[in-house]
């Protein structure tokens, strides 16, 4: 069974500083890795996304993740957080050899950066 | 990246009644669609996964009578809560997976917040 865990509900980050939201992952075979970010009341935003390659993925807004297959994990990072990123990120996997494209999500973490 | 519309952004309806919610691919053919629901401050629950032209694959638990999904065109979608009732109040979220979107990610739509009153 695919499963994905974003061990972290909450991370605080004062402006300027780096953040690093974690997330390690439980699949059978070699996943596709995504990060979404949902701001209030809004649908989910499309990040960056791990298919092959690089393991160090950059994507939108300055952010980046790095694969790591052999800990399982896709961690989200970002140099200097802005105040403006504070939103609810989410992890995602999904099958490779999946014709139906299920997303398996992470529960979410709260990102709040600081002014 | 690819552009999935969702409509209305917010609805109220009364206890009893029906509501339709629109989901359409903009910019690209949408082969799937996956619908989603999320309560505050949770992850999102799959609800079913639609394939074009075909019935929709509902998850465990999801009363498939209740929550209509059809896929009738390779751009829209539609979620029809049937007989509401304040229960079903929830945020639904649809997202679309299809060519053009590099075949592997998959796009969102804005949700659409449902208020039974």
């Known amino acids: 069974a695919q499963s994905v865990a974003q061990p972290e509900d909450q991370v605080n980050v004062a402006e300027g500083n780096p953040l690093t939201v974690k997330c390690t992952y439980s699949?059978?075979?070699?996943?596709?890795l995504f990060w979404y970010v949902q701001y209030p009341n809004r649908g989910l935003q499309f990040l960056l996304k791990y298919i092959t390659g690089d393991n160090l993925v950059k994507g939108s807004y300055g952010f980046e993740a790095e694969f790591n297959k052999s800990q399982t994990s896709f961690h989200l990072k970002k140099p200097s957080a802005l105040v403006s990123d504070s939103a609810l990120y989410f992890c995602a996997v999904r099958d490779r050899g999946s014709t139906l494209g299920r997303l398996y999500f992470g529960r979410g973490t709260q990102l709040t950066v600081w002014p | 990246g690819a552009v999935v519309s969702q409509h209305p952004s917010w609805v109220i309806c009364k206890s009893g009644t029906s509501v339709k919610i629109e989901c359409r691919s903009l910019?690209?053919?949408?082969?799937?669609m996956f619908w989603y629901r999320q309560f505050p401050k949770q992850s999102l629950m799959l609800m079913a996964t639609?394939?074009?032209?075909?019935?929709?694959?509902?998850e465990q638990g999801v009363e498939k009578d209740k929550f209509l999904i059809n896929h009738a065109s390779l751009t829209l979608s539609t979620l029809t809560v049937t007989s509401a009732h304040p229960e079903d109040s929830s945020f639904y979220i649809c997202s679309a997976l299809g060519a053009g979107t590099g075949g592997n990610t998959i796009y969102f739509g804005e949700g659409s917040w449902l208020t039974v009153v």
């Open positions: 910019d690209f053919q949408a082969t799937t």
């Open positions: 699949v059978s075979g070699n996943p596709y």
């Open positions: 639609s394939n074009e032209g075909s019935k929709a694959t509902y």
